[in-house]
Structures are given as C-alpha cells and as structure tokens.
C-alpha cells in the first residue's frame, strides 16, 4: 500500500499549505520540491530561470523528484510543472498517491498575484492570460497523473485536507 501523498495542480491551488495541514493531520513528513530544488541549485528558483533558464530547472526537479519519491508516509507539494516531465510522476506513483489540486483561472491570479517575484512564469505582461494559457496546455497532464482530484476554489485550508483524507480512504477501498 502507498504511504506517502504527492500533491500537483497549478501555483496557486494549495499544495504547500494544504500540504502541510495535511501532514500534520496524518502524522507524516512534509516535503516541498521547491526548496529542495533551491538548495541543490544554490540559489533561488527565479535566479535558475533567469540564468540557467527552464530546461535546467527541469533537470534540477527531476533530480529531486527522484530522491523525494522514494520516501515513505510524507506528503510532498509538487511543483506546478512537475507534471511535464512524465519520468517525475512514474516515480512518485511507486509510493504516493497523487492528488490534482485544481481551482479557478481567478482565483489562482488572485492567489498569486502578491508573489510575482517568486514566481517567474507570471513575469509578463498580462498574467491572467498567461494563467489561462499555461492551465489549457497543463490540464491534459494533470489529469492523467491524478489518481484523486480536489477543487480548492472554495475550500479553507482545512476543509480541503479534511477532502483529501476522505478521499484517499475511498480510493483506497476502490484498490483493495
């Protein structure tokens, strides 16, 4: 049976605070990639964009999704792009099961738009476009990487981790 849970969806959707209510109400290890990938870069992720540019950042997140995946009874906030690179979910599927955290084009901009500066792919012009855009050629992958599926649109912090569980127990029943 898998003990840990990975948590994808697009920025904005609530992996790490959702994922961190949730480890904390199933006892488990929170894991966010971001920092992880920060720290084998040696510097922050919009300076590996910025520098390095997207197809190192890419590498840098395969790297540690390989090292992260391995783990057992951890909730692990995925970044939103993980999902691009269809290595990083074969390897999460081994021991988690991956929970698609979704919410509406607005809210994530609204959810965001604070943090412009920590989050390179909305350095534009007009970043409710680019949020449309991204999510249209995301979604398709999204999708097939889930096993659950969760709209955070309306939900609190807990109420949303409070899903999660109930929804894992149901998957869980469905795959005994």
Known sequence: MKTSIALIGFM???KTVVGRA????LGKEFIELDPLIEQKAGKPIPEVFREDGEIAFRELEIEVTKEVSQKKNAVIACGGGLILNKINIDR?????????????????LKRTSNDTEERPLLKVA????AIQELLTFREPFYQRAADIAID?????????????IARI???EGLNQ
């Open 22 to 25: 949730l480890a904390g109400k």
């Open 126 to 129: 007009n970043p409710a476009q």
């Open 152 to 164: 955070t649109s309306r939900l609190d912090i807990d109420s949303a981790a409070d899903q999660i």
């Open 92 to 108: 999460l599927k081994k021991e988690a099961v991956i929970v698609y955290l979704t919410t509406s084009p607005e809210v994530i």
């Open 169 to 171: 127990k149901e998957h």
């Open 12 to 14: 904005g959707t609530g």
